[in-house]
């Protein structure tokens, strides 16, 4: 059975920094490609970075310079470190596997619960 968990999620200042974590078990994370997504109130999920099973990342161009995604193969767990954040980037943000895991939420196969964060101003 596999379980995508998210966790790191809260309250912080605009300007502020918060580091998601996506622990993942009964899955290799290692060999697939992973996504993190957001999903503002009244609005569609997007996605705003992935890694794929070769380490390669790509970015929203709303969190470029801003975000960075990474893996720990060990740890089976993914990290997203979100720094300088605004108000505009509070939204539930969720993780996602899948063996071609590109742009599209479809490619996914598994999704973790999502860890609201909430940026004041």
């Known amino acids: 059975q596999v379980q995508l968990v998210e966790s790191g999620g809260g309250l912080v200042q605009a300007g502020g920094s918060l580091r998601l974590s996506c622990a993942a078990s009964?899955?290799?994370?290692?060999?697939?490609?992973m996504g993190w997504y957001q999903q503002a109130p009244g609005k569609e999920r997007e996605l705003v970075a992935r890694?794929?099973?070769?380490?390669?990342?790509n970015y929203a161009d709303s969190v470029k310079g801003r975000f960075t995604m990474s893996r720990d193969s060990p740890q089976n767990t993914v990290y997203l470190q979100m720094d300088n954040l605004q108000p505009e980037d509070t939204a539930i943000y969720s993780c996602a596997v899948g063996p071609w895991g590109g742009f599209n939420q479809d490619e996914y196969n598994y999704w973790g619960q999502g860890t609201q964060v909430t940026v004041s101003s």
């Open positions: 890694i794929t099973s070769g380490g390669l990342t």
């Open positions: 009964g899955i290799m994370l290692s060999i697939n490609d």
